[in-house]
Every structure is written in C-alpha cells, then in structure tokens.
C-alpha cells in the first residue's frame, strides 16, 4: 500500500502561478498514473488533470500537470491564477496490488 | 451530458441501514465501471467502492468491506449502494463517479448525497 502528501494549503495572487505537489510514500510515482480533481465550496469534485498530464475537453490550459521521479511526486500547476481557481485540489492514483483507489489529503488554494 | 443524480441519503441509526441510488444518463452506462466515493464533514475524499461494468466484480475499501454492497440494475441506468451496520465515522457526502477503467479514474461526478448517522 503506498500514500500521497499534499501540502495543507498554498496561497498566491491573481495572475501568478502555483503549483501544488503530491508525493508518493512507496513504489514509483511513474509506475500509474496521477489524476487531479477540482472541488469548489459547496460543490462536487470535477477531474481538471488525468493520466498525469491530460486534460478534460473544457479544461482551460492554465492547468498543466507532470511527474518528478527525482522527488517521486507528481504536481499541478495553475498558472494565471483566477478568482475561480480557489478550491480544494486532491491528486488521487490506483493501486493495482490491492485495487484500492489513493486520494492525497487535499491541498486547499487560496487566491489573494 | 453526463449526468448522475444520487438518492437515498439522510437520517441513519448507529447499526441501521441505508441504501443509496445514483441514477445515470447521458451516457452508454452498461459500457462503464462505476465507483461510490464519500466526503466526511471537513475532510478529504475516500474511495468506498467500485463495481465492474457486468456487476460481478465488485470492490470494497477496508473500512466498509463487509458492511456496505455495491450493485447496479444496467436495465435501469442505476447503480446501488446498500449501507449495513451503519456507524457514525460513516457520516459523509457519498458521491457516485462514472469511471474510466482503464487508468482508474473518475470523469464525471454526481452532486452527492449527505448521509448522518447519529441516534
């Protein structure tokens, strides 16, 4: 069984970038792939990043998503930070051993 | 357009039983595995459960295994979640997601439904 760690929360201002880790605790980060779910208050998740780097039709391309084996996370950044961005981000991965579905704790982005 | 509308949710007693619905359109849903995950209060998200496209595969997280059962009626468009043995830590959103099997994801999301167990 492997974990993912998120950061708590990450802040930035509008228009910049952020980027949001989340590090696998065993085996490789390479070894299946990374996803990235949006939740905004008050509302359902919806997948903003899947298969590492794919992202959903309607998706803006300010979301890009990649994998470090060096540091074994996986990362999605924002880049031109819009209001709209502020949510809750998990990244989630699949672990075929035991077919159990891993959700990083969630990272909390706060728009300033 | 997708959609998943889930049913079912509110008000369960300590060792009661709930049963969730979760009721699919906008798509071929015979043709997709399809998972429950659920939010506690304040916390992250927990994958509970999915089921194979036929229905005869089904999985459960530790935390549930032996108290919830997952099913689906491809007649009917719907997938079912059978909630045994209720406890409190049980108190969450419960989420139904179309899955994409082949990378084990979940790309379309339903509203939710809130369920509180307490006596």
């Known amino acids: 069984n492997f974990m993912l760690t998120q950061p708590h929360s990450v802040s930035e201002s509008p228009g910049k970038t952020v980027t949001i880790s989340c590090t696998r605790s065993?085996?490789?980060?390479?070894?299946?792939?990374v996803q990235w779910y949006q939740q905004r208050p008050g509302s359902a998740p919806t997948t903003v990043i899947y298969?590492?780097?794919?992202?959903p039709s309607g998706v803006p391309d300010r979301f890009s998503g990649s994998v470090d084996s060096s540091s074994n996370s996986a990362s999605l950044t924002i880049s031109g930070l819009m209001t709209e961005d502020e949510a809750d981000y998990y990244c989630?991965?699949?672990?075929?051993?035991?077919?159990?579905?891993?959700f990083g704790g969630g990272t909390k982005v706060t728009v300033l | 357009e997708v959609q998943l509308l889930e049913s079912g949710g509110g008000l369960g007693q300590p060792g009661g039983s709930l049963r969730l619905s979760c009721s699919a359109s906008?798509?071929?849903?015979?043709?997709?595995?399809m998972t429950w995950v659920r939010q506690a209060p304040g916390k992250g998200l927990e994958w509970v459960s999915d089921?194979?496209?036929?229905?005869?595969?089904?999985y459960y997280a530790n935390s549930v295994k032996g108290r919830f059962t997952v099913s689906r009626d491809n007649s009917k468009n719907t997938l079912y979640l059978q909630m045994n043995s209720l406890r409190a830590d049980d108190t969450a959103v419960y989420y139904c997601?179309?899955?994409?099997?082949?990378?084990?994801?979940?790309?379309?999301w339903g509203q939710g439904t809130l369920v509180t167990v307490s006596s």
């Open positions: 997601a179309k899955v994409n099997s082949v990378v084990y994801f979940c790309d379309s």
């Open positions: 906008g798509f071929t849903f015979s043709n997709y595995a």
């Open positions: 089921i194979s496209v036929s229905g005869r595969s089904t």
């Open positions: 065993t085996g490789s980060i390479a070894s299946t792939y």
């Open positions: 298969e590492v780097s794919q992202r």
């Open positions: 989630q991965s699949f672990d075929s051993s035991n077919h159990n579905w891993v």
